[in-house]
């Protein structure tokens, strides 16, 4: 087992950990479902993600932008592989499931329920169970369509904001799948509070579509308020005058902002730029709104003769807003992520071994680390089914008859 990726960064404890003692059958693919299960184990829950057997869940081996998917979604999980066309795999899942505190899933609608494992089935043999089923669509019209993520930023705009005029384009990340994820989380979170009180379990759902319209919610109070057409951000008047990506002499580009009056006359003064500074017509942020079209090539022009170097060193003392334009994979080497806990290393079944980044939430100063790697196809199983009940014997007749895979134990 490995620690989180910094030395000098505390990660909660074992015994701190607030779900621990919480189990979670994990039933899902692909990026939704797992960043559920994600969350849930991070913040301490013991999560099984039930595999196919054989060769195992089929996001381990998606390639283009799918690469990460399972690396980045599968830390401190247990893997259990089991053959779910058979009777005897699925009683293997009902035993499991009579354990559990939470079921995830994120198939089509309905196909679960064909196994016998919708929740009604589910919540005959668990009544305390919480299922969380991840969907395109929560009930109504759309319910029984298809969806990706790319379908629903289509659908909900989101797309139309982020590309170029008559040229809508995603969000270079899967917003709505992550983010859909982390409301199962929150959604199973609630329910587990209401069944401290009642005992009972209850069936959770969250969807894409409603997902990326609540992303999309700013807008449309926009859009109400103004009762203007929306544009683009490509195209957008933006709320602060000084809000823009500059060049630096070095070649280097910044993005820099202003957003309020005493930021603006820092800048000003920062840099000597009295003119700038003195100027009525750039008093105030609502005027150097207006005034865009000739500010920002002036201030442009006036960055570019300092190294990047000398602006950074500027904006920090004077407060400003600031950032480099990076590539994601600029993040495994960032001071601030390295030194604070913000990633975890973790390894391919290759024995490649990278640093991703760990849960957005801190406990005081602590965060939430690695207490399991990457998990082999099924290398959990043999131990999850002794602890379920089953005896040694019960297991090896499974592993030979092809019930259940085990591959090496990679911890």
């Not at 017509?281 to 022009?301: I, S």
């Not at 082999?376 to 014997?393: F, H, N, T």
Request: charged fraction near 20%; hydrophobic fraction near 40%.
């Amino acid at each position: 087992m490995k620690d989180a990726h910094p030395t000098s960064a505390r990660a909660v404890a074992t015994e701190d950990l607030p779900l621990a003692g919480i189990r979670v059958v994990e039933f899902s693919h692909m990026v939704m479902g797992p960043a559920c299960g994600l969350v849930l184990a991070d913040l301490g829950a013991e999560v099984i993600k039930i595999e196919p057997a054989g060769k195992g869940d089929n996001t381990r081996r998606l390639g283009g932008s799918g690469t990460g998917y399972f690396a980045m979604f599968s830390r401190n999980k247990k893997s259990i592989a089991i053959d779910i066309k058979s009777d005897e795999g699925r009683k293997v899942v009902r035993d499991l499931v009579k354990t559990a505190d939470i079921f995830t899933e994120n198939f089509r609608p309905g196909a679960l329920d064909k196994m016998g494992f919708g929740y009604e089935a589910l919540s005959q043999i668990n009544p305390g169970l919480i299922y969380v089923s991840l969907k395109g669509f929560l009930a109504g019209p759309y319910e029984e369509r298809t969806a990706l993520d790319e379908v629903v930023q289509m659908m909900a705009g989101l797309a139309y904001m982020t590309g170029l005029p008559g040229k809508p384009m995603r969000a270079g990340a899967s917003v709505n799948d992550v983010m859909g994820g982390m409301f199962g989380a929150i959604g199973a979170l609630a329910a587990l509070n209401r069944r401290n009180a009642t005992g009972k379990g209850e069936y959770v759902t969250s969807g894409l579509f409603e997902n990326c319209v609540f992303l999309v919610g700013q807008h449309m109070a926009q859009s109400a308020i103004t009762e203007q057409p929306l544009q683009p951000m490509s195209l957008r008047t933006p709320a602060w005058g000084v809000y823009d990506i500059f060049e630096t002499s070095d070649g280097a580009q910044l993005f820099l902002s202003a957003v309020t009056d005493k930021q603006w006359q820092g800048l000003c003064n920062a840099f000597g730029w009295n003119d700038l500074g003195h100027d009525a017509r750039l008093a105030t942020n609502t005027d150097r709104v207006a005034a865009r079209a000739t500010l920002v090539p002036e201030l442009a022009q006036r960055l570019k003769a300092h190294p990047r170097a000398r602006i950074v060193d500027t904006a920090n003392a004077a407060g400003l807003p600031w950032a480099d334009v990076n590539t994601p994979d600029a993040m495994k080497t960032d001071p601030h992520l390295v030194d604070s806990g913000g990633l975890v290393d973790v390894t391919l079944d290759d024995g490649k071994e990278m640093a991703l980044p760990a849960l957005p939430i801190g406990f005081g100063s602590a965060r939430f680390g690695l207490r399991g790697d990457l998990p082999a196809i099924g290398a959990d199983g043999a131990d999850i089914l002794a602890d379920i009940g089953y005896s040694p014997e019960q297991v090896a007749a499974m592993t030979a008859s092809g019930v259940l895979s085990q591959s090496e134990r990679k911890r």
